[in-house]
């Protein structure tokens, strides 16, 4: 349990400290991304990797017990910096990804980021637009609203400029848009969504649109559940460092 220190930032981490290939978790919450939400997943990646991955677990910037300044400009790229710079932190060139939710968009910052450091991507029903813009918009101001009693510096047209970066445009996973995931070669694991946040639209555009990816429909519950665990294993030893 520890924190790193980037650009005015704090990041908490979790860090299994294992000799393994790595695994970088980022866990569901929306604006609100941090560890504890693993405990209410339909399954804990943390124990399921155990002994078999060196495990990384963070709280996104200003979510659980992260901090950090809030900029106008700030946004995807950010984040996708703030992920970087831990791995960097930790002395980890190449790893996987296993994001959940907000998770998704991540890892394909990630991607974008550093291809050639982004070996695997799992990607538990991931956000995505589909006639849900104003949830979204909804979700950050809920987040927002808490932070600003205690950021009265931060004004207005800042929160709104960050939203917007986040959640503005057209692109069809916020960050990235269909012509970048038809490009990406890295191996990706989508295990379907289905509500408003996560629309089915989404999962099954990544798994017809990118290259090399694979759906699991069914994975919550019961035998489901079990058979997708094993799968998303198998999957990351598949595409082992």
């Known amino acids: 349990m520890s924190n790193y220190e980037r ?51 963070m709280d996104q910037r200003n979510a659980g017990r992260s901090t950090a300044p809030v900029r106008a400009e700030d946004g995807w790229h950010t984040y996708t910096a703030d992920q970087l710079g831990l791995m960097d932190h930790l002395g980890i060139q190449r ?16 991607i974008g980021g550093a291809p050639e450091r982004v070996v695997s991507a799992t990607l538990f029903q991931p956000i995505g637009r589909d006639d849900n813009r104003d949830a979204f918009y909804a979700m950050f101001d809920d987040w927002a609203s808490t932070l600003a009693t205690e950021m009265a510096n931060v004004s207005r047209d800042t929160w709104s400029s960050f939203r917007e970066n986040m959640y503005g445009g ?43 990816a694979t759906l699991i429909e069914s994975w919550k519950e019961g035998e489901a559940r079990n058979a997708a665990m094993k799968l998303c294993l198998e999957f990351l030893q598949r595409n082992n460092l």
């Open 170 to 212: 057209d692109k069809v996973l916020f960050n990235v848009d269909e012509t970048f995931i038809a490009a990406c070669t890295t191996p990706l694991l989508v295990l379907l969504g289905n509500d408003l946040y996560h629309p089915q639209s989404t999962s099954r555009m990544l798994a017809d649109t990118a290259p090399n």
């Open 95 to 110: 790893f996987h990804v296993a994001g959940m939710c907000i998770g998704g968009p991540y890892s394909f910052g990630l």
């Open 7 to 57: 650009d005015g930032a704090s990041i908490y981490y979790e860090d299994s400290g294992d000799n393994l290939p790595a695994v970088l978790l980022i866990a569901p919450g929306g604006m609100k991304s941090s560890i504890g939400f693993w405990d209410n997943t339909p399954w804990d990646p943390r124990e399921h990797l155990r002994g078999r991955f060196r495990v990384i677990a």
